[in-house]
């Protein structure tokens, strides 16, 4: 296998009351935490036609993650069995992509409110994608 390098540079920041790992839920539905996701100005013309009520997909460079871990035990619980990170929501991984599935609450020019969230505060963004409605709503 011929490795691939590429380079994804951040598109923003969350900016969040959670500040460390210890506080965060494990997943975003598992808390009702609220985060402004806050654009680079280079990048804003591109939240046009985001609207209050709005499904995104916020994808994140889990920047505290682990790059070198490849298996853990789900939900950090030594009980369930050692599994592969591909198989696990764990932010440990080879490429620490965090995947959020939340709502838009507000909308400003240069930033989002969106929920539920679970990443931390300074969390790099990375990307952000509509949910698809069904063919005839898209």
């Known amino acids: ?11 923003g920041v ?3 009351a959670l ?3 210890i506080s965060a839920p494990l997943q975003g539905d598992e808390g009702t935490f609220e985060a ?4 680079r100005a280079i990048v804003t013309p591109a939240a046009m036609g985001i609207n209050v009520g709005d499904e995104l997909v916020v994808l994140t460079w889990l920047h505290l993650g682990k790059r070198d871990v490849l298996q853990v035990h789900p939900r950090s619980n030594p009980n369930n069995p050692l599994t592969g990170v591909f198989a696990t ?3 440990d991984r080879p490429n620490p992509i965090g995947l959020h599935m939340v709502t838009v609450l507000e909308v400003q020019p240069d930033r989002l409110r969106v929920a539920p969230i679970e990443a931390v ?3 790099p963004i990375i990307d952000i994608k509509p949910i698809l409605k069904g063919v005839n709503e898209r």
């Open 19 to 21: 500040v460390d790992l």
């Open 36 to 39: 402004w996701l806050e654009l």
């Open 121 to 123: 505060d300074g969390t």
């Open 1 to 11: 296998m011929t490795e691939t390098q590429f380079t994804v540079y951040a598109i």
């Open 14 to 16: 969350v900016r969040s």
């Open 89 to 91: 929501r764990s932010p």
